[in-house]
């Protein structure tokens, strides 16, 4: 998921969405109750980032611990399947 779809998932409203373009548009300051909302859920993306299981863990728990054992998880999946096809010889540890 981009951004804009993790702040739909968390139910935030196009609304707002239309008040930024808007500002670019016009070339105007972002209000600022949108830039703080918008700030907060930014740094809540970055913590949980755009894999749709660990946005809905989110979504639904609003905590970020079982976020990082889903983290995880993908990291050790991908890691696997990554392994299957890399040269021996090149294979990297993460």
Same mark, same amino acid.
């Given at each position: 998921?981009?951004?804009e779809?993790?702040?739909?998932a968390?139910g935030?409203?196009?609304?707002?969405f239309d008040?930024?373009?808007?500002?670019?548009?016009t070339v105007?300051?972002v209000? %600022?109750? *949108?830039?703080?909302?918008?700030?907060?859920?930014?740094?809540? #993306?970055?913590?949980?980032?755009?894999?749709p +299981?660990?946005?809905?863990s989110?979504?639904?728990?609003?905590?970020? %611990?079982? *976020?990082?054992?889903?983290?995880t998880?993908?990291?050790?999946? #991908?890691?696997?399947?990554?392994?299957?096809? +890399?040269?021996?010889?090149?294979?990297?540890?993460i």
């Amino acid at each position: 998921m981009d951004f804009e779809e993790f702040c739909w998932a968390l139910g935030l409203s196009e609304t707002v969405f239309d008040i930024v373009r808007d500002s670019y548009g016009t070339v105007k300051p972002v209000p %600022d109750f *949108v830039h703080q909302r918008l700030t907060d859920l930014f740094h809540r #993306y970055l913590l949980v980032g755009g894999m749709p +299981a660990a946005v809905t863990s989110f979504v639904e728990s609003k905590v970020i %611990d079982p *976020v990082r054992a889903i983290q995880t998880n993908i990291r050790a999946y #991908y890691e696997h399947a990554i392994k299957q096809y +890399a040269p021996k010889d090149k294979r990297l540890v993460i």
